[in-house]
């Protein structure tokens, strides 16, 4: 079992930056590939980037690519999206997940955080 909680979201201007950071507990947290998700109201909930439990592997939305980088620490159990070159378009609730393996689809994950609010201003 994993438990996962965001932190890092707030107000931000378009062309700034943010860090999300997810902190995992549970024993077996390093054996889990992560993602992050975003959703705003009235649309699906999309995976943005995601990384394999080893972090050899990471995946990214064509829309963040260049932008956003994901990585993890799994001596801190801890998962990070470094967020660049925001734009209002980025605005969303922002969620970690873990699964086995890193998949687009949110029903491919098992365990999910809370979600953390990115508002970019233009």
């Known amino acids: 079992q994993v438990q996962l909680v965001e932190s890092g979201g707030g107000l931000v201007q378009a062309g700034g930056s943010l860090r999300l950071s997810c902190a995992a507990s549970g024993r077996t947290f390093s054996t889990y590939a992560m993602g992050w998700f975003r959703q705003t109201p009235g649309k699906e909930r999309e995976l943005v980037a995601g990384?394999?439990?080893?972090?050899?592997?990471?995946y990214y939305a064509d829309s963040v690519k260049g932008r956003f980088t994901i990585s993890r620490d799994n001596a801190k159990n801890t998962v990070y999206l470094q967020m660049n070159s925001l734009k209002p378009e980025d605005t969303a609730i922002y969620y970690c997940?873990?699964?086995?393996?890193?998949?687009?689809?949110?029903?491919?994950?098992?365990?999910w955080g809370q979600g953390t609010q990115v508002t970019v201003s233009s």
């Open positions: 997940a873990a699964g086995k393996t890193v998949v687009v689809g949110p029903r491919g994950y098992d365990y």
């Open positions: 990384i394999s439990w080893r972090g050899g592997s990471t």
